[in-house]
Nanobody, 119 residues
């Protein structure tokens, strides 16, 4: 599946941003979509995920209460609403899709969108 992210940018601490990710193509149903982030020299870490069929969500502790992941009415599109941004949220944000049908599965990543939060 192809993932296209948008919505990153440069903001000040306390501001808000909305990231969008649209998935297209692929032959397997998308079971879970999520957002991950990475800073130079560090591993990619989970920010939030959402189960596409039932809507269950998971969040990293450091974003609980500030970030919200949601599904759009458009099929296979997710958003990440980020509020009260902190300089520590500065990172490249990647969209992820986990596709599965029975024992077949695939994992895809978007190219990333940069979020920079100035103090």
């Amino acid at each position: 599946v192809q993932l296209v992210e948008s919505g990153g940018g440069l903001v000040q601490a306390g501001d808000s941003l909305r990231l969008s990710c649209a998935a297209s193509g692929g032959s397997l149903p998308i079971a879970v979509m999520g957002w991950y982030r990475q800073t130079p020299g560090n591993q990619r870490e989970m920010v939030a995920t959402i189960a596409m069929f039932v809507g269950g969500t998971k969040y990293a502790d450091y974003v609980k209460g500030r970030f919200t992941i949601s599904r759009a009415s458009v099929e296979n599109t997710v958003y990440l609403d980020m509020n009260d941004l902190e300089p520590e949220d500065t990172a490249m944000y990647y969209c992820n899709a986990f596709e599965q049908r029975e024992t077949d599965y695939d994992i895809d990543w978007g190219q990333g969108t940069q979020v920079t939060v100035s103090s």
